[in-house]
T-cell receptor
Framework: EAAVTQSPRSKVAVTGGKVTLSCHQT?????MYWYRQDTGHGLRLIHY???????EKGDIPDGYKASRPSQENFSLILELASLSQTAVYFCASRGQNYAEQFFGPGTRLTVL | DAKTTQPDSMESTEGETVHLPCSHA???????IYWYRQVPLQGPEYVTH???QNTTNSMAFLAIASDRKSSTLILTHVSLRDAAVYHC??????????FGKGTQLIIQP
């Protein structure tokens, strides 16, 4: 069974603080993705990576950095958290020759 | 601009067959059609995908129009567990997914 885990599952952060969201996959997948979902809306792509030590900008990268230190791990970094970054963040992975993306359970981030 | 158009909501009863429509009039020749579903407090779940031929798996049957400008996800013998928001998506580069509002499927007992 493919597995994507995220930590923490929820977090409260202060405006201007640094936040790191972590994602770990045991699928041996090359592609990993970070999405955000705002209440009542669909997911939007922030950053993605297709190989370790390389990341690419998605559709809404401003205010976010990403890090892929290994094939299994993909982090999303908010250097200066803002109120507008309150959302649920989902990580996903995909094999190079497969269509299906496997999603993690999500991290609920609240910035106060 | 939205690449797909879906009804906001549909309702059915347990045991029935549901047809979820999706319009994608501007689809290009090599674009795949993907379907995902999402229940509250969980990440999206892959349902199926197709290019030109109809496809079937354990979750659903995907019917694709001959001109590829529309598709229909068909769920048979639905149960309460099938209640979710269903998203019809045409992925961008690197198979990036952009989720719209999708169709809220309501299942009555």
């Amino acid at each position: 069974e493919a597995a994507v885990t995220q930590s923490p599952r929820s977090k409260v952060a202060v405006t201007g603080g640094k936040v790191t969201l972590s994602c770990h996959q045991t699928n041996n997948h090359d592609y990993m993705y970070w999405y955000r979902q705002d209440t009542g809306h669909g997911l939007r792509l922030i950053h993605y990576s297709y190989v370790a030590d390389s990341t690419e900008k998605g559709d809404i990268p401003d205010g976010y950095k990403a890090s892929r230190p290994s094939q299994e791990n993909f982090s999303l970094i908010l250097e200066l958290a803002s109120l507008s970054q309150t959302a649920v963040y989902f990580c996903a992975s995909r094999g190079q020759n497969y269509a299906e993306q496997f999603f993690g359970p999500g991290t609920r981030l609240t910035v106060l | 601009d939205a690449k797909t158009t879906q009804p906001d909501s549909m309702e059915s009863t347990e045991g029935e067959t549901v047809h979820l429509p999706c319009s994608h009039a501007t689809i290009s020749g090599n674009e795949y059609i993907y379907w995902y579903r999402q229940v509250p407090l969980q990440g999206p779940e892959y349902v199926t995908h197709g290019l030109q031929q109809n496809t079937t798996n354990s979750m659903a049957f995907l019917a694709i129009a001959s001109d590829r400008k529309s598709s229909t996800l068909i769920l048979t013998h639905v149960s309460l567990r099938d209640a979710a928001v269903y998203h019809c998506i045409l992925p961008g580069g690197a198979d990036r997914l952009t989720f719209g509002k999708g169709t809220q499927l309501i299942i009555q007992p």
